[in-house]
């Protein structure tokens, strides 16, 4: 493979796996000139092989690779792989952004909230790149196993809900000019490493077939559950001993509860994305009755 096709496969590979969002990212991570990337990605941008935001069409991609005689990749790379490694880096970056929403209201850190709340941004557009990906391969695919494509559709709008609860959270600490009480705070962080384990878990489940997990994360939706309640009680406590004249320490509290909310919220969505697994690896449809009805 000549260098120049080395680089277009290292472009390609990047896009695919790291959602990079202007050819100046593109061009930073690989040391290489932004103009040289618009130079190479400018034919494929005219095929319709890379679309705007820099999403992949994988049919138009599929048979790019062919041109290239198969040197380039696969067609397995093309579809499943890809998708999946999407995901797997969306579960990453999710991660990533319930740290350091955490952190910022640990610390009290509004500069760090707000970094939480750009990351969302990120979180949406994966959403988008994952769904565009789907899309096709279903469209190229259809009589396969990968009829269960669109699941991951799912998966990818459980995530971005588990970003929306993140953004809860670090807008409580942009809002409130009050430091959380340091009782109240032990229990959002046991909460919070709970909420990170489910997250791990669930998705273990979905990407490696793990679906025997599910017992050890019902065991741990339940732990939330209390956790969730002690901390409620706590927070109802405090807030009886505070002057009902006091409107802004008022809505402080109000605002409390929904950060515990926040990390219930995150458990439950583990729990659909373990249902979710359970569908997809085992072809168990999932029950249309509410959970909370079960």
Sequence with gaps: MSKRDQTLKDILDLILHENPSTQDEIADKLNISRRYVVQLLKPLIQDGIVKRGYLIDLKSYEKFLESYGGNMGTKENAGNFFVNDMVRNMVKHVHNQLECSFNALLEHDEEKANEALEMDFVTNNMVEKIRTSVETIANINQHSEFSK????????????????????IAKFVINDVYEIDRDILKYLNKMYKKSQKMIRSSMIAFLDGKTDLKDEIVDMEESLQILQGKAINLIATRMAENPFDEKERSNYFIYLFRVVKAFKGIGNTSMEIVDIALEFHNNIPRSTTPRTFR
């Design 149 to 168: 494509s669109v699941l991951y559709n799912e998966i990818a709008y459980e995530l971005e809900r588990i970003g929306d609860y993140c953004g809860h």
